[in-house]
T-cell receptor
Framework: GENVEQHPSTLSVQEGDSAVIKCTYS??????FPWYKQELGKGPQLIID?????GEKKDQRIAVTLNKTAKHFSLHITETQPEDSAVYFC???????????????FGTGTRLLVSP | NAGVMQNPRHLVRRRGQEARLRCSPM?????VYWYRQLPEEGLKFMVY????????ESGMPKERFSAEFPKEGPSILRIQQVVRGDSAAYFC????????????????FGPGTRLTVT
């Protein structure tokens, strides 16, 4: 079935600490895994993504890892800052057999709070 | 380079009225996706359109909801005879597209339309 589980639902850290958010997916054919940051009253903003042919990708303080065997992927934020506070969503592509169309299925979100 | 634009940002409708939500994709993007987000929940896929074509509407309710992406102008999500349960944030995303069955481009989201049904 189509399912992406995301944990934790809330995460509180002190400024400068690291934050890790984990997602698992159900479709072994999934091959694209983006992460979005959503601030209050705004649309989701793509912050990093990874495709199934790589295991890790980094962009400054943000990194994403992918374990295809275990069907899970994680977002790592180092040296967190108060402006990192937001809701973070993971997503996984899932393919419809009859159309070949790949749609994104989203996790339920993680509310990250970074305290100064 | 303007991003995805949606309007209106906020829309209030009484039960039974029609709601029309508009989305202009990023320049150069020919693929549009609509999502619905209920409070404290993730985004649920509704429909995927290319110019003048609905590619996948598997997430859209069969009744009262329709979507289009005409050759000229923005994509429109229309909800007829709205009910209180339609109250949500509706987001549009666009991508440059790709070859069917292959990875498609990254999806970029607009700011959303928050629909309130009274």
């Amino acid at each position: 079935g189509e399912n992406v589980e995301q944990h934790p639902s809330t995460l509180s850290v002190q400024e400068g600490d690291s934050a890790v958010i984990k997602c698992t997916y159900s479709d072994s054919a999934s091959n694209y895994f983006p992460w979005y940051k959503q601030e209050l009253g705004k649309g989701p903003q793509l912050i990093i993504d990874i495709r199934s042919n790589v295991g890790e990708k980094k962009d400054q303080r943000i990194a994403v890892t992918l374990n295809k065997t275990a069907k899970h992927f994680s977002l790592h934020i180092t040296e967190t800052q108060p402006e990192d506070s937001a809701v973070y969503f993971c997503a996984a592509s899932m393919k419809r057999q009859n159309t070949g169309f790949q749609k994104l299925v989203f996790g339920t979100g993680t509310r990250l709070l970074v305290s100064p | 380079n303007a991003g995805v634009m949606q309007n209106p940002r906020h829309l209030v409708r009484r039960r039974g009225q029609e709601a029309r939500l508009r989305c202009s994709p990023m320049k150069g993007h020919s693929h549009v996706y609509w999502y619905r987000q209920l409070p404290e929940e993730g985004l649920k896929f509704m429909v995927y359109l290319q110019k003048e074509n609905i590619i996948d509407e598997s997430g859209m309710p069969k009744e009262r909801f329709s979507a289009e992406f005409p050759k000229e102008g923005p994509s429109i999500l229309r909800i007829q005879q709205v009910v209180r349960g339609d109250s949500a944030a509706y987001f549009c995303a666009s991508s440059p597209g790709g070859v069917q069955g292959q990875l498609w481009g990254e999806q970029y989201f607009g700011p959303g339309t928050r629909l309130t049904v009274t």
